[in-house]
DNA sequence: ATCCAGGCGG
DNA sequence: CCGCCGGGAT
């Protein structure tokens, strides 16, 4: 359903930690979206208190219920809140009735509205503000990252199986991610091939194969015995639960063994090009916070695990960057930006790291 | 001898 | 939160 002219849709509640204590959010109506406008309606709840700053400081508007947001403009708004339920908090209006032309020359995209409602992303959002220079940052990584040429560049699970049918493909992208955790890429890639040459790529082959087969085909990717073992197990699961084909959400992929949030949105984003969160490794947890990228929610310290990492990274990145910003920073991690003794001296970013020349 | 690095169990 | 899993690279 598109979206009506004057129709209110209402943005939920924002993620809790953001209206736990006081902060500020920006609130951006890219101009792309011109068809929309946004206000503050109402947030319920005691010991609340409003302010707005917006680029001219005479447009503050002391009446919280009314604020008003151009398109194209961006307007931050600090929220003071002591109570963590939220129930109303902003709507957004259609100035015109939106239609599917709108949408395919990108002048709307309804969808950001929902990504709105949950604090996500788009451009569209209630999140924490965008990091000082994070465009300019990407875009130097970019360019270093075009000069050398990482590891990662080679190989990279996200090419298994390109030739198979969607359904053994999908698998065979299951299977790869699995082999590929600790495991050198061309050392994975080698695996799989053998294992394609066997025809053991089908969850019904892997089933019927005795786990030693497996454990000797798939050797030497890093913990082979117990890969072995989890991909029996997974393919079990496959055919019982999914019918021969692989789980379809994220929290399905998670229950299977050997499959952790690193990996289960990695399949997501390949296997079924559905990009549910950004994949978050080592590398990426390391320079998001060296960069100053990411922080515990509501402080400045840096994140404790790759997953509040993900968490606060999705908070600002734009969509468009989350599959991108994987192997972007795995590369530059692995040339760079490593994990002792960072080449800061070659690095064309170090003006903006709050991290250069700190380490080794 | 030490490092790498995702998942998992204690 | 910590240590282990089991190789390879350095």
Not at 165 to 192: M, N, Y
Not at 299 to 307: A, I, W, Y
Request: proline share 8%; glycine share 6%.
């Amino acid at each position: 359903m598109l979206p009506k002219k004057n129709k209110k849709y209402f943005l939920d509640t924002l993620p809790t930690h953001l209206y736990t204590r006081k902060m500020s959010f920006p609130l951006r109506i890219p101009s792309s979206l011109p068809l929309f406008s946004a206000r503050i309606n109402k947030i319920k709840m005691p010991q609340t208190s409003f302010s707005s700053k917006t680029q001219n400081p005479t447009t503050r508007n002391k009446n919280p219920g009314n604020e008003n947001v151009n398109a194209g403009s961006k307007t931050e708004l600090q929220v003071f809140v002591r109570k963590k339920k939220v129930e109303k908090n902003v709507e957004v209006t259609a100035k015109e009735d939106i239609t599917e032309e709108h949408v395919q020359q990108k002048l709307c995209r309804p969808l950001d509205i929902e990504d709105f409602a949950y604090g996500k992303s788009c451009g569209y959002s209630w999140s924490t503000l965008p990091p000082d220079n994070w465009e300019r940052v990407l875009e130097g990584i970019r360019k270093m990252r075009s000069s050398e040429d990482a590891p990662v560049d080679s190989m990279g699970c996200e090419k298994a199986g390109t030739s198979l049918p969607p359904k053994e493909r999908r698998f065979a992208v299951l299977a790869s991610s699995l082999l590929s955790s600790q495991t050198k890429d061309h050392v994975t890639h080698g695996a799989i091939q053998r294992l394609l040459q066997q025809d053991l790529l089908t969850p019904d082959a892997v089933d019927k194969a005795e786990e030693a087969t497996i454990k000797s085909l798939i050797y030497p990717v890093g913990f082979y015995t117990r890969k072995a073992g989890n991909l029996k197990k997974i393919a079990k699961i496959c055919l019982l639960k999914y019918g021969g084909d692989i789980p379809s959400t994220l929290e399905e992929l998670l229950l299977l063994p050997g499959i952790g949030p690193k990996m289960a949105h990695l399949v997501m984003n390949v296997a079924w090009d559905n990009v549910q969160g950004i994949c978050v490794d080592t590398h990426v947890h390391r320079i998001c916070n060296r960069l100053g990228w990411v922080s515990r929610p509501g402080t400045k310290q840096k994140t404790s695990s790759p997953e509040e990492t993900r968490e606060s990274l999705q908070l600002w990145l734009p969509k468009e960057e989350w599959v991108p910003i994987n192997p972007l920073l795995v590369g530059f991690g692995q040339t760079v930006c490593s994990p002792l003794r960072p080449r800061c001296g070659i690095c064309i970013i170090s003006e903006f790291c709050p991290s250069a020349f700190k380490e080794g």
